[in-house]
């Protein structure tokens, strides 16, 4: 089955209901919307000409830092107010909000790693969320995620509770960190960790779904089988993605047998550290329950190459706003309009995007 022919799927931002069909819709056919880190409206441009190239649905997804980006650099992100941030990422998600139907493809718009320093912003966020609710039935974003797995398991579950409460109302979906991810991501510095805390066991992740099932049971999992953020050669992390799977016939085990009823795959999972992956480590995650896997170090890469390219190649026309190899008097405007080379940028960006939806099985058979 199309994820089209989902009831009531439409182009545009998904929230609630649709957006979590749409996740189920792809743990049961075994494929992942890849979730692609932006800071401005042109990342976001590329994510959405490639999911409409597809005609696949993508997420897009704003760190803290991101959001800052996006609201600008200029202004004040004090330390427990993190008023740019807040202000970055909203202004993200209304402009995802304005463009994404155009190009006639569902969205799903995420905040990413929320460390427990960074709650101010979840919390900003959530304000946002709740007036957009208020006003239009649902919420600004269609998921957020927190990232306590640098704090005690029970702290950690205890606080994605609190939050849920608070989110369940809007059917806002949240996403869960358990066990650590490893190296550096937005300020967050795992590369010193221990490599059993790489590897979240059945145990860890079935008291997740114990403290969050009974409140809604729209959660993912980001759980940790040797994931790192970055890029790396091969053989310097050792992935074990299948012992998510180990986990799903644990959690069907346990539900079996305090409610009987028999749930083949119950855990939504989300895949971190994703580039650089092998395909068939790719493969085995989406057999185990994966969703969503986070894409941004590729697409940095991506993204840049355009440039790089675009400067190797126009070299010579780029040294000033006057003179290039066809004349002293001859000008470079339309070599150095912005428009011209973040276009280049672009171009490279949706060619990587599509690469991460094809690798995730995310394309029409």
Not at 25 to 53: D, M, Q, R, W
Not at 139 to 150: A, I, K, Q, R, V
Not at 194 to 208: I, N
Request: glycine share 8%; with cysteine.
């Amino acid at each position: 089955m199309s994820f089209w022919e989902i009831p009531g799927m439409k182009a545009g931002v998904v929230t609630g209901d649709l957006a979590w069909a749409l996740l189920q819709h792809a743990k049961e056919h075994k494929y992942a919307i890849p979730a692609f880190n932006c800071t401005s409206s042109s990342t976001i441009n590329s994510v959405l000409e490639a999911g409409k190239e597809l005609n696949r649905p993508v997420m897009i997804q704003f760190s803290e830092g991101g959001s800052a980006f996006v609201a600008g650099k200029a202004l004040p992100n004090e330390k427990g107010k993190l008023q740019a941030s807040i202000l970055g990422a909203v202004a993200g998600a209304h402009f995802a909000r304005a463009v994404a139907p155009a190009y006639g493809i569902p969205v799903l718009v995420h905040s990413d790693h929320c460390a427990k320093k960074l709650l101010p912003w979840f919390d900003g966020m959530l304000e946002a969320d709740e007036a957009y609710f208020k006003e239009h039935g649902e919420p600004l974003f269609s998921s957020h995620m927190l990232d306590l797995s640098e704090e005690p398991d029970e702290e950690n579950i205890a606080i994605c509770e609190k939050y849920l409460k608070r989110m369940a109302p809007m059917k806002l979906i949240l996403e869960m960190e358990i066990g650590i991810t490893g190296g550096v991501e937005d300020g967050v510095d795992n590369s010193g960790a221990a490599k059993e805390k790489l590897y979240s066991t059945p145990q860890d992740v079935f008291a997740v779904y114990k403290g969050l099932n009974p409140i809604s049971p729209m959660f993912t999992i980001a759980a940790a089988f040797g994931n790192v953020h970055g890029v790396y050669k091969a053989g310097n992390v050792v992935l074990k993605p299948e012992i998510l799977q180990d986990m799903q016939d644990y959690a069907r085990e346990q539900i079996k047998a305090s409610t009987g009823k028999d749930i083949e795959r119950p855990l939504n999972f989300v895949f971190h550290g994703g580039s650089g992956s092998e395909k068939h480590h790719i493969a085995t995650a989406l057999n185990a329950g994966v969703v969503k896997m986070n894409v941004d170090t590729d697409t940095q890469w991506a993204y840049w190459e355009g440039l790089l390219k675009f400067y190797k190649s126009k070299e010579g026309y780029l040294q000033g706003q006057i003179g290039n190899p066809e004349g002293e008097d001859k000008p470079n405007k339309s070599y150095y309009d912005p428009r011209k080379w973040i276009r280049e940028c672009e171009v490279t960006m949706v060619k990587r995007v599509k690469e991460s939806c094809t690798d995730l099985s995310n394309v029409n058979a």
